[in-house]
């Protein structure tokens, strides 16, 4: 995602107020103790001298940073889709992040370094200086030295708040994001209050839904609704600690770093900047893009695989309006974006999922397929197998997420089993394999409803892997889950169901047709009109169900054979009647191609 000044540098017509005035760089504790010395012992004076000296650096690098970025040839003027302040954003899919960006000049290494090296004997000197702490750790950050780091916000000595802030930032930074949920919320404990309202707000970050109902609510009152947000905002429930959480604090932390700081964009900083860093997180990559005959001008670059986690206002009224379909990480609410340190990819998943009713409680069988290019490759570029780590999770409200399940992963398939109680929720279907960051989920609403006793009922079908025998029974047919409904043509459909107690035991009819979807307006209306025939099923069977005795569930498994010239999207619909004229359907979604 490119983001760029509408000026050149030089024009300030456009005024947004400064977080802090230019000199107005204090953070932490204030240099001078009660006695009037400075807290190391060096006079007050001195450490004035030595904190001005520091500014200048800092100025100085990054001016010298500036002059030498890489250049990129600019396209010429275009169309501003959003215009932030003195900035405009052009989305992530008009232009890529380059998978290696160019190196960095020797000159702004060796200056970095140097300016390194006056912050780490200022910090020792100082320790109780906030702004040389903050900065020490913001450029030990950037050339990714996050042991140093480490070290440097453990040495703080400023006001704890502040400390414990830069400690959060940095454990997130490190991914140890459970440590940095906890240093936050003992930070924001302390913080002042305006300190504390201003980064729990996350106004910024809400579609206008979502805004509306929240901005009225003051600061105590948005901190329950912030919980629910940021829970649905986590992108996996399976790692421990919320990395959406401690992001959008990190941010905030990085926010006061740079203000009244010389940062690579050629403006002083200012709302609008602060704005898009709560937004779409600091720039991974810096370049400057000249236009025949004028001044160059800054771009940051964030990750064109960052995503959209934050739920839309209408999940936040009602957590069913999440909805049976899956959760879309993109959005064209483009109001924040996020890419975790653990995820290079983040990707959508499309496991098949089937419930099944016992006396008390549901049974989940869920499945997903590993080897398709658009949701989790199995093999690396190597050819060798990478190791997956999958678990779905099951949650009615914050902070009652049940133990993450995890899955039988074969070659192909993983698959899942989750047994719970009848209840609704949030169901989260999720993967994770390290060794090529790649991440994936499927986050949708399941309403599970216990079935009324003594009454004819059907399961969810489940899809089969072919070329196997008929399973028997749930428990032989939830390890041969197929994981997808995506078939070839002329291909087997293996289909597992149960049925449940008919009224009394009576024999029942049983038709599967297979129905083509897709038809076009005019040619429903003409059906409708009785001009055309209605379309008849592709495949259908019949048969009688003889009811077994002293049973509750009666499992039922068949094999169709698709016709090798179909394509398209189907529907299977099972239908279950008696004689005394109980009914139970059950349909699923099937597609055909090659």
């Known amino acids: 995602m490119p983001i760029r000044p509408l000026t050149d540098g030089t024009d300030r017509s456009l005024r947004v107020a400064p977080l802090l005035a230019a000199g107005a760089v204090l953070l932490g504790t ?11 012992g060096i006079a007050a004076e001195d450490s004035a001298a030595l904190r001005e000296s520091l500014v200048r650096a800092q100025r100085d690098f990054e001016r010298l940073r500036r002059r030498f970025l890489p250049f ?21 899919d008009e232009e890529n992040l380059p998978e290696d960006p160019p190196p960095e000049h020797d000159r702004v290494i060796t200056a970095r370094g140097e300016l390194l090296t006056r912050l780490d004997s200022a910090a020792a000197l100082v320790p109780g200086d906030g ?21 440097a916000a453990g040495a703080c000595e400023g006001d704890s708040w502040w400390c414990k802030a830069l400690q959060g930032a940095v454990a997130h930074t490190l991914a140890d994001f459970e440590r940095a949920e906890r240093v936050f919320t003992t930070s924001l404990a302390t913080a002042p209050d305006d300190v504390r309202c201003h980064w729990t707000d996350l106004t910024l970050l809400l579609d206008r839904d979502a805004a509306r109902s929240y901005e ?58 602060e704005e898009l860093l709560i937004r779409f997180g600091p720039p991974e990559v810096w370049e400057q893009s000249r236009r025949y005959g004028n001044q160059p001008t800054v771009i940051g670059r964030r990750s064109p695989s960052a995503r959209s986690f934050l739920p839309p206002g209408r999940f936040l009224d009602s957590l069913p309006a999440i909805g049976i379909e899956p959760w879309p990480l993109e959005s064209d609410r483009g109001r924040e974006a ?13 496991p098949e999922i089937a419930v099944f009713h016992r006396d008390g409680y549901a049974v989940l069988v869920t499945a997903f397929t590993l080897d398709t290019t658009d949701h989790l490759p199995q093999q690396s570029a190597t050819g060798s197998r990478m190791q997956l780590d999958a678990s779905v999770l099951f949650a009615v409200a914050p902070d009652t997420n049940l ?31 390290a060794p090529d960051s790649t991440a994936a989920r499927h986050r949708t609403w399941v309403d599970l409803q216990e079935r009324p006793p003594g009454s004819l009922g059907v399961s969810d079908l489940l899809l089969l892997r072919s070329g196997l025998p008929l399973p028997a029974s749930l428990e032989t047919a939830a390890p041969i889950a197929r994981g997808t409904n995506q078939f070839e043509s002329g291909e087997e459909v293996n289909v597992f169901w149960e049925v449940y107690t008919p009224p009394v035991a009576e024999r029942l009819g049983v038709t599967l047709d297979v129905v083509q979807r897709g038809r076009s307006f005019f040619r429903k209306a003409a059906e ?63 597609a055909i191609g090659r």
């Open 30 to 40: 204030s240099l001078v103790a009660p006695d009037g010395r400075a807290q190391s």
């Open 72 to 92: 990129t040839l600019d396209e010429g003027p275009r169309p501003c889709p959003e215009r932030v302040g003195r900035f405009c954003v052009w989305p992530d």
């Open 131 to 151: 702004w040389i702490a903050g900065q020490r750790i913001r450029y030990l950050l950037e050339v990714n030295r996050l042991g140093d780091a480490e070290v």
């Open 216 to 273: 009225p609510l003051t600061c105590a009152e948005r901190a329950q609704v912030n919980h629910r947000i940021l829970w649905l905002a986590d992108p996996l429930w399976m790692t421990s600690g919320n990395e959406r959480l401690t992001e959008h604090f990190t941010r905030h932390t990085f926010a006061r770093l740079f203000a009244g700081t010389e940062t690579p964009h050629e403006i002083p900083w200012g709302n609008d900047a």
């Open 338 to 350: 996020f890419r975790p340190s653990y995820a290079k990819r983040f990707t959508t998943l499309a």
């Open 403 to 433: 133990t993450a399940i995890p899955a039988s992963v074969g070659p192909t398939v993983a698959r899942f089993t989750v047994v719970t109680p009848y209840r609704s929720g949030v169901l989260s279907v999720e993967a994770l394999r």
């Open 528 to 590: 409708w009109l009785g001009l055309a025939g209605r379309t008849e099923p592709s495949v259908r069977m019949e048969w009688t169900l003889s009811w077994p005795d002293n049973v509750d569930v009666a499992p039922e498994a068949i094999t169709l054979q698709l016709p090798s010239d179909e394509e398209g999207r189907f529907t299977l619909v099972l239908s279950v009647t008696s004689a005394s004229g109980a009914a139970a359907t059950a349909h699923h979604d099937i």
